[in-house]
């Protein structure tokens, strides 16, 4: 079983920065490299919605357009960890940020039903 553990949220001014990390175990597929991995938030109230995306091997990446410009994804296949940096933060990306992977690693997916592997989520808190 998948297992995956998000770090790294906290509460900065707007402006700041932040790297989210997520750690992955009970990989199946030969390693992280294999898996499509994805950051989604969610603020109160709303759906969450996708952030970022990092196919197989990291060839293909894709970021929502409210956060294009000022968020990265990657990820470290030695250390079976994908990142979030966030710079440029805005009260807007206050959310629960979550970390999620799915076995289909060929594709950038950008839904929520595109992943089957869920983090617990990390807060990120942006005051103005």
């Known amino acids: 079983q998948v297992q995956l553990v998000e770090s790294g949220g906290g509460l900065v001014q707007a402006g700041d920065s932040l790297r989210l990390s997520c750690a992955a175990s009970g990989l199946t597929l030969g390693g992280l490299g294999q898996y499509l991995m994805g950051w989604f938030r969610q603020a109160p109230g709303k759906e969450r919605d996708f952030v970022a995306a990092?196919?197989?091997?990291?060839?293909?990446?894709d970021h929502a357009d409210s956060v294009k410009g000022r968020f990265s994804i990657s990820r470290d296949h030695t250390k079976n960890m994908v990142y979030l940096q966030m710079n440029s933060l805005e009260p807007e990306d206050t959310a629960i940020y979550y970390c999620a992977a799915d076995e289909d690693g060929r594709r950038v997916g950008i839904s929520v039903s595109d992943y089957d592997y869920w983090g617990q989520g990390t807060q990120v808190t942006v005051s103005p």
């Open positions: 990092i196919s197989w091997g990291g060839a293909r990446t």
